[in-house]
């Protein structure tokens, strides 16, 4: 008796379940078709030897002339008719490994739909622009694939916008008021498919690297222009947040040499 621990869709788990069940309730191990010529029988760990077979179990027994009653097999040879007993017999002996394999892929192929759906939804709460139906499927009875071939349509649409793309302006955010943004910036020439976080200066421009800036005369392209777009953009929050650390001092210590002196030195 094998264990069940598979899942299965929930439209066809009870009746997937119930086959789960009577495929491990049979005899486990092997199943075997003995051909003696004048009958068939199926068992469990078959061993032939030389004045017959021995096995663990026998499952069933085909007898040499099965009832049939269908007009069509009226006329049917002994040799066909034997023929279909041997065939009978071989499916009945590889349903002990057949069914367990196919009941494990309906599994598999269940829990890679489950994966799917749920990245496809993801995808979509991100790509799908606002006021336009999404497709992605909520229901199981959707359509995997058309959802599917939607998604890589925005996706190739987006990257095509994308290509268009220069740079990316990060707002560099802090508690005093003042305005100042970062620029992560692709890179010029042999250098596009590379970017570069930079001050966004149209003259003496400079690139953060290694912790600081520097222009990017000095620095070289190459070292400039060193990162992914997706690594670059995750870089350009980081150093705007450092900028707006930066500005607050500059601007509170501005604050501070322009208020008036009291008496004595205090404010």
């Known amino acids: 008796m094998t264990e069940n621990s598979r899942t299965y869709p929930a439209r066809h788990a009870a009746y997937l379940t119930e086959v789960d069940a009577?495929?491990?309730?049979?005899?486990?191990?092997?199943?075997?078709?003995?051909?003696?010529?004048?009958?068939?029988?199926?068992?469990?760990?078959?061993?032939?030897?030389d004045t017959g077979y021995r096995c663990r179990r026998q499952i069933a027994r085909l007898d040499e002339e099965p009832i049939d009653n269908i007009d069509d097999h009226d006329d049917w040879t002994e040799e066909q008719d034997y023929a279909q007993l041997l065939s009978d017999g071989t499916f009945m002996a590889h349903s002990r490994t057949d069914v367990p394999r196919l009941l494990d892929i309906v599994a598999e192929q269940h829990q890679r739909a489950e994966t799917a759906e749920q990245t496809l939804d993801a995808v979509g709460e991100v790509i799908a622009p606002a006021g336009q139906p999404r497709r992605v499927?909520?229901?199981?009875?959707?359509?995997?694939?058309?959802?599917?071939?939607?998604?890589?349509?925005?996706?190739?649409e987006l990257d095509a916008r994308l290509q268009l793309v220069r740079e990316f302006r990060i707002p560099v955010k802090n508690r005093l008021g003042g305005y100042a943004e970062v620029t992560v910036e692709r890179g010029p020439g042999p250098y596009d498919d590379?970017?570069?976080?930079?001050?966004?200066?149209?003259?003496?421009?400079?690139?953060?690297h290694d912790g600081d800036w520097h222009y990017i005369s000095d620095l070289g392209a190459a070292a400039a222009y060193a990162h992914t777009m997706d690594a670059a953009l995750t870089l350009g929050e980081e150093v705007a947040g450092l900028e707006g650390i930066r500005l607050d001092k500059e601007i509170e210590a501005l604050q501070n040499s322009q208020s008036p002196q009291r008496p004595g030195g205090e404010q």
């Open 22 to 49: 009577r495929q491990a309730a049979a005899t486990d191990g092997d199943w075997g078709v003995y051909d003696q010529g004048t009958m068939v029988e199926v068992v469990a760990g078959l061993q032939e030897t």
């Open 137 to 156: 499927p909520t229901d199981p009875d959707a359509p995997l694939a058309e959802s599917i071939a939607w998604l890589a349509d925005r996706a190739e």
């Open 194 to 208: 590379r970017w570069a976080i930079t001050d966004g200066a149209f003259t003496g421009k400079r690139a953060w």
